[in-house]
């Protein structure tokens, strides 16, 4: 009999997956979800989430596949597991969660952040397909404060980065994002994704690989 026998996914309310994702993804933090699914163990507990939306940069929209697919890609924008699921939880609810997204979703992107440790091992296992590193981009942070919030939306108290750097003056301080591995999964009929994958402007890549795997 299979660790899951009996496990089910299904879609939840956005309040819901924020409210467990906050709680206990490590950046605790919500993120843009037009999507949101739950993983439910044999007893209907829910013990892992995970979650889609449109990805926060146009650049990246554009970038994957060209202008004329960029209104059929979302983003795998959080992830969470309970530490008490069997292995293969992780990449059962992925898979499924897939499964359940619009047809017209063809193309879904998601990152595995370096600093964090994390290689994207759930996504090689699940046959992404690897691009590389994402873009370098400029990140901005107030010195001596913590920030739980994207730095897309750090400074619109401030009416913007422009309205902050006034504010702020040289408490105001530049850097780069740090970059992440970025993986991508295609939808649809092998002559969509065939077609798909002649769009892609990004290189296809070997997986990236860690001591630990």
């Given at each position: 009999?299979?660790?899951l026998?009996?496990?089910?996914?299904?879609?939840?309310?956005?309040?819901?997956?924020?409210?467990v994702?906050?709680?206990?993804?490590?950046?605790?933090?919500?993120?843009?979800?037009?999507?949101?699914?739950?993983?439910?163990d044999?007893?209907g507990?829910?013990?892992?989430?995970?979650?889609?939306?449109?990805?926060?940069?146009?650049?990246?929209?554009?970038?994957?596949?060209?202008?004329?697919?960029?209104?059929?890609?979302?983003?795998?924008?959080?992830?969470?597991?309970?530490?008490?699921?069997?292995?293969?939880?992780?990449?059962?609810?992925?898979?499924?969660?897939?499964?359940?997204?619009?047809?017209?979703?063809?193309?879904?992107v998601?990152?595995?952040?370096?600093?964090?440790?994390?290689?994207?091992?759930?996504?090689?296992?699940?046959?992404?397909?690897?691009?590389?590193?994402?873009?370098?981009?400029?990140?901005?942070?107030?010195?001596?404060?913590?920030?739980?919030?994207?730095?897309?939306?750090?400074?619109?108290?401030?009416?913007?980065?422009?309205?902050?750097?006034?504010?702020?003056?040289?408490?105001?301080?530049?850097?780069?994002?740090?970059?992440?591995?970025?993986?991508?999964?295609?939808?649809?009929?092998?002559?969509?994704?065939?077609?798909?994958?002649?769009?892609?402007?990004?290189?296809?890549?070997?997986y990236?690989?860690?001591?630990?795997?």
């Amino acid at each position: 009999m299979s660790a899951l026998e009996g496990w089910e996914v299904h879609a939840i309310p956005y309040g819901d997956a924020m409210s467990v994702i906050v709680k206990n993804h490590y950046l605790h933090r919500k993120a843009p979800a037009s999507y949101c699914f739950g993983l439910f163990d044999e007893w209907g507990s829910m013990v892992g989430v995970v979650t889609y939306g449109t990805p926060a940069s146009p650049s990246l929209l554009k970038g994957i596949a060209g202008e004329d697919e960029k209104d059929h890609i979302v983003e795998l924008t959080r992830l969470w597991i309970a530490d008490i699921t069997p292995k293969n939880a992780e990449s059962f609810l992925i898979g499924r969660s897939l499964k359940l997204l619009p047809e017209d979703v063809n193309i879904v992107v998601s990152f595995a952040e370096i600093q964090a440790g994390h290689v994207g091992t759930v996504y090689q296992a699940t046959n992404w397909i690897y691009t590389g590193l994402s873009d370098r981009h400029v990140e901005w942070s107030i010195e001596g404060e913590e920030s739980n919030k994207h730095g897309r939306h750090m400074f619109d108290e401030f009416g913007g980065i422009e309205g902050a750097k006034k504010a702020l003056g040289d408490r105001l301080v530049r850097g780069e994002r740090p970059r992440k591995h970025r993986y991508l999964m295609l939808r649809g009929s092998r002559r969509r994704k065939k077609e798909l994958l002649g769009k892609l402007r990004y290189e296809v890549q070997d997986y990236p690989k860690t001591i630990s795997g």
